[in-house]
Each structure stands twice: as structure tokens, then as C-alpha cells.
């Protein structure tokens, strides 16, 4: 099992930047996958970004293509959410979320592939 904590939120002038940190317990976090989900008030969770537990080329919503970049340090046993030109239509709670190997190719964007989540973090983007 592993145990997510999310941290890095906060409140960011539009184009602004935030880097969102995930913790993970435990010690087997280097087979895990990871993404970061977000929910605004009002909406569905969505998906923002995934990467694979063996790393290589991320996934990326259309929305944060080009401004966010996910990361993971399997020595820290973080994975990493950098958000850059930040928009008013990026505030939300942004969750981390975990599961062990390989997510299939058509199902890594839907949060029912993920077994672990964090608890979130708030971001909130001023006009």
C-alpha cells in the first residue's frame, strides 16, 4: 500500500506558477504510477496529468498541455505537478493519485484507474 499527502497549493496571480509536491509512503514507490487529478466546485474530478512508473513520455489533458510538467524522484518518493501561466480556470483541488504498475493506455485519464488518492490541495488563481 501507499499512502499519498499532496502540499504546494496555495493562492497565484493569473500566469503565475505553482509546483504541487506528492509524498508517498512506503517502498515500493518506484512501480507505482502516478497522476494529478483536479476538481473544481461544481465539477466532475478531472484529469490532468499522468506519468508511467517507469517514467518516459507523460500525458497531459489538453487544457495544461505546454504549462504544466509532471515529474517523479523515486529516490524521494515524490512525484511533482509544475504549473506554469496559470489561468483562472485552473483553481480547483488538485489530487494526487497512485496504482501499482502499468495503467492501461485507454484508461489512464479515468480516476477509477487509480486505487491510492491524496487528500488535495487547494489552488486558487486570481484574475
Known amino acids: 500500500q501507499v499512502q499519498l499527502a499532496e502540499s504546494g497549493g496555495g493562492l497565484v496571480q493569473t500566469g503565475g506558477s505553482l509546483r504541487l509536491s506528492c509524498a508517498a509512503s512506503?517502498?515500493?514507490?518506484?512501480?507505482?504510477?502516478m497522476g494529478w487529478f483536479r476538481q473544481a466546485p461544481g465539477k466532475e474530478r478531472e484529469f490532468v496529468a499522468r506519468?508511467?512508473?517507469?517514467?518516459?513520455?507523460?500525458d497531459y489533458a489538453d487544457s495544461v498541455k505546454g504549462r504544466f510538467t509532471i515529474s517523479k524522484d523515486n529516490a524521494k518518493n515524490t512525484v511533482y505537478l509544475q504549473m506554469n501561466s496559470l489561468k483562472p480556470e485552473d483553481a480547483a483541488v488538485y489530487y494526487c493519485?497512485?496504482?501499482?504498475?502499468?495503467?492501461?493506455?485507454?484508461?489512464?485519464?479515468?480516476?477509477?484507474?487509480?486505487?491510492?488518492w491524496g487528500q488535495g490541495t487547494q489552488v486558487t488563481v486570481s484574475s
Open positions: 506519468i508511467r512508473w517507469s517514467g518516459g513520455r507523460p
Open positions: 512506503g517502498r515500493t514507490f518506484s512501480t507505482y504510477a
Open positions: 493519485a497512485a496504482v501499482r504498475g502499468t495503467v492501461p493506455s485507454g484508461a489512464y485519464y479515468l480516476d477509477a484507474s487509480y486505487g491510492y
